[in-house]
């Protein structure tokens, strides 16, 4: 009888002992479930998060940018690569040269009303000066003045009573600019016309330049 209760007892001390293994192993496999959860759901949240919000494009390597602010009315003086000359004649029988800067396809840059300090003063020579005496006179402007349209009178020219027999004919003149342009190197030089001493009808004895052919 005493072993027969002894042998119940230990039956259920191994009951009890299989009953608290289970446990452990099944608290153990809960939270080894709960953790590998965890890491889907993180993984997952991961995934939706790129689907929904995508990453910005890659920035480049480098970049460098530069601007250039031309204020209104002011002149782009790399457009100035070339002058324009002509001869006028005025009323009283004299003349004047006017000069234009203008781009290098020789359009003109019509806003200028000051002479731009970077260029040079041009100044001008007739083909009688040498050996000379020349049949004319050439004044030089003080400064180039502004005749609208970004023409400029740089000089007056006038007859003298004509020092060589006949009077002269077709004397050339050339407007040179020694430096300032975009990309000079050297002095630069425009034909400005040619002119001759003929009679002046409107005075007696008097002599008056007109624009000739070369």
């Known amino acids: 009888m005493f072993f027969w209760f ?41 995934i939706y998060k790129y689907l929904t919000t995508p990453p910005p494009p890659p920035q480049p390597a480098g970049f460098t940018a530069s601007l250039t602010v031309q204020s209104k009315g002011e002149v782009n003086m790399k457009k100035l690569a070339k002058v324009a000359a ?13 000069v234009s800067l203008t781009d290098a396809d020789g359009l003109p840059e019509t806003s200028l009303t000051t002479w731009p300090p970077a ?13 000379g005496p020349s ?25 003298v009573q004509p020092v060589v ?5 077709n004397v050339d003149f050339q407007v040179t600019v020694a430096s300032g342009l975009a990309g000079q190197t050297s002095p630069v030089s425009e034909d400005a016309g ?5 009679a002046d009808p409107n005075a007696i004895g008097g002599f008056a330049a007109v624009i000739t052919e070369p």
Request: aromatic share 2%; proline share 6%.
């Open 6 to 46: 002894q042998q119940i007892i230990q039956l259920l001390r191994q009951v009890l002992f299989n009953q608290e293994a289970q446990s452990r192993q099944l608290d153990a496999m809960q939270k080894a479930q709960a953790a590998c959860c965890a890491k889907q759901t993180a993984l997952l949240e991961e």
């Open 86 to 98: 002509a001869l006028n004649i005025n009323d009283d029988g004299t003349a004047t040269v006017s």
């Open 119 to 131: 260029v040079a003063t041009p100044t001008v020579a007739s083909s009688d000066a040498t050996p």
């Open 135 to 159: 049949a004319f006179v050439i004044t030089p402007s003080a400064a180039p003045v502004s005749l609208g349209g970004g023409a400029f009178s740089i000089a007056a020219i006038a007859c």
């Open 165 to 169: 027999q006949p009077p002269a004919q």
């Open 194 to 198: 040619t002119l001759s001493i003929v």
